[in-house]
Nanobody
């Protein structure tokens, strides 16, 4: 069982930056792929970025070049650095830990970008 807690969301203006954190419980964090997802009002949840247990990263086209996903296994934490934020990035951002068929989600953190 893994529990995830996101933090770092907030209200910013377009062009500014935020860094989201995902703190995980448990000693097996290193085995999990960590993903960041987001869900805007009235829309489906979508993948933003994922980092594998080995450090391989994948990004949605909409955030490539602006967002950076990373992890610190020693701190059992994942991060999402978000630069050059746009109003269309406004959403609730969720962290997910995945290992084989096991998926764990955090409670989400709100990111609001004003124009």
């Amino acid at each position: 069982q893994v529990q995830l807690v996101e933090s770092g969301g907030g209200l910013v203006q377009a062009g500014e930056s935020l860094r989201l954190s995902c703190a995980a419980s448990g000693s097996t964090f290193v085995l999990y792929a960590i993903g960041w997802y987001r869900q805007a009002p009235g829309k489906s949840r979508e993948l933003v970025a994922v980092i594998s247990s080995g450090g391989t990263t994948t990004y949605a086209d909409s955030v490539k070049g602006r967002f950076t996903i990373s992890r610190d296994n020693a701190k059992s934490s994942g991060y999402l650095q978000m630069n050059s934020l746009k109003p269309e990035d406004t959403a609730v951002y969720y962290c997910k830990a995945n290992y084989n068929n096991y998926n764990y989600w955090g409670q989400g953190t709100q990111v609001t970008v004003s124009s």
